[in-house]
């Protein structure tokens, strides 16, 4: 797993993690499927070939690995890779999430505690181990 919880841009309001999982946004008259790269309390990065505007308000509908039940919001556009970005970056959207509900906002907090409880475990000393 990447140490992506203390790797947090200052003008962040909350910390991203990686995670690639199927979400499902409506666009005009039909639900579009592309993956997450990345997923914070407040948002997420959609890769997509044809992200949506900036200022786009839009409905999106998500499940994190270990929950049953769909988590679905509304989100807006916030900045956007197009797919022929001169540097490289994989196209797609940086949504931010307008409207979780008040269980949402909890299991979302919760899959990132996991994941931070994870990481840590992942990358501290074995016990019993000694250092050289």
């Given at each position: 797993?990447?140490?992506?919880?203390?790797?947090v841009?200052?003008?962040?309001?909350?910390?991203r993690?990686?995670?690639?999982?199927?979400?499902?946004?409506?666009?005009?008259?039909?639900?579009?499927?592309?993956?997450?790269?990345?997923?914070?309390?407040?948002?997420?990065?959609?890769?997509?070939?044809?992200?949506?505007?900036?200022?786009?308000?839009?409905?999106?509908?998500?499940?994190?690995?270990?929950?049953?039940?769909?988590?679905?919001?509304t989100?807006?556009?916030?900045?956007?890779?197009?797919?022929?970005d001169?540097?490289?970056?994989?196209?797609?959207?940086?949504?931010?999430?307008?409207?979780?509900?008040?269980?949402?906002?909890?299991?979302?907090?919760?899959?990132?505690?996991?994941?931070?409880?994870?990481?840590?475990?992942?990358?501290?000393?074995?016990?019993?181990?000694?250092?050289?």
């Open positions: 797993m990447e140490a992506a919880l203390s790797d841009d200052p003008n962040r309001t909350t910390a993690v990686p995670l690639r999982i199927k979400v499902e946004y409506a666009c005009l008259d039909d639900f579009l499927d592309d993956y997450t790269a990345n997923l914070s309390l407040g948002g997420m990065f959609v890769r997509s070939d044809t992200p949506m505007p900036v200022d786009t308000t839009f409905r999106i509908r998500f499940r994190l690995p270990d929950r049953i039940s769909l988590i679905e919001a989100a807006t556009v916030k900045w956007v890779v197009e797919p022929d001169p540097a490289g970056l994989a196209s797609g959207m940086g949504v931010a999430f307008d409207g979780l509900s008040a269980s949402d906002e909890r299991a979302i907090q919760r899959w990132l505690r996991q994941y931070e409880a994870e990481l840590r475990s992942s990358t501290s000393p074995q016990k019993g181990s000694r250092a050289a």
